[in-house]
T-cell receptor, first 109, second 114 residues
Framework: GQNIDQPTEMTATEGAIVQINCTYQ??????LFWYQQHAGEAPTFLSY??LDGLEEKGRFSSFLSRSKGYSYLLLKELQMKDSASYLC??????????WGAGTKLIIKP | DAMVIQNPRYQVTQFGKPVTLSCSQT?????MYWYQQKSSQAPKLLFH???????NEADTPDNFQSRRPNTSFCFLDIRSPGLGDAAMYLC?????????????FGPGTRLTVL
């Protein structure tokens, strides 16, 4: 079956660094997406990885290991506005997104 | 600004009373998606349109129907809403639906069933 696993909730301190992990098992693989979703709002795109390695985009970086079925989202210099859910989604061989349930990130001052 | 618009943002209906949610886009994207998302759960794909081609997910209940009269508009019809259909309904678009395409989401419609 197809499955995306990510932690339900994480807590971090303002100004710190946090890594949100995601493991995936999908029928085929056409890339791994990370989306940010604030409470009551729609998801917004953060990153897309299809090749192994680290993609850096400002304070946010995303890493992919295809052989391990593993990705992480790294958030640096955390700000209070980063409090949100972070959704990992794998695109399968039919180009459908298989979504994780999201990791709720709580930032404390 | 180009965007994905959903109306209404909040919809209340009664058990069994049909309801229609609407989505429009000014991005001129070929692909439109409808997702259902319940609290603290992953978005669940209900259907998608690749241009006029309709693609229904295998586990989408028959109670859910969709229409796409033109490129810009897409509707989600819930024929007989049950209490379990209370959720956020998200509309999304992507240019062609190929792997590198990002999906752009509308603000969502939160449906309450009384």
């Amino acid at each position: 079956g197809q499955n995306i696993d990510q932690p339900t909730e994480m807590t971090a301190t303002e100004g710190a660094i946090v890594q949100i992990n995601c493991t995936y098992q999908t029928s085929g693989f056409n890339g791994l997406f990370w989306y940010q979703q604030h409470a009551g709002e729609a998801p917004t795109f953060l990153s897309y990885n299809v090749l192994d390695g680290l993609e850096e985009k400002g304070r946010f970086s995303s890493f992919l290991s295809r052989s391990k079925g593993y990705s992480y989202l790294l958030l640096k210099e955390l700000q209070m506005k980063d409090s949100a859910s972070y959704l990992c989604a794998s695109m399968d061989s039919n180009y459908q997104l298989i979504w994780g349930a999201g990791t709720k990130l709580i930032i404390k001052p | 600004d180009a965007m994905v618009i959903q109306n209404p943002r909040y919809q209340v209906t009664q058990f069994g009373k049909p309801v229609t949610l609407s989505c429009s886009q000014t991005l001129n994207h070929n692909v439109m998606y409808w997702y259902q998302q319940k609290s603290s759960q992953a978005p669940k794909l209900l259907f998608h349109y690749y241009d006029k081609d309709f693609n229904n997910e295998a586990d989408t209940p028959d109670n859910f129907q969709s229409r796409r009269p033109n490129t810009s508009f897409c509707f989600l019809d819930i024929r007989s809403p049950g209490l379990g259909d209370a959720a956020m309904y998200l509309c999304a678009t992507s240019p062609q639906g190929v792997p590198t395409d990002t999906q752009y989401f509308g603000p969502g419609t939160r449906l309450t069933v009384l």
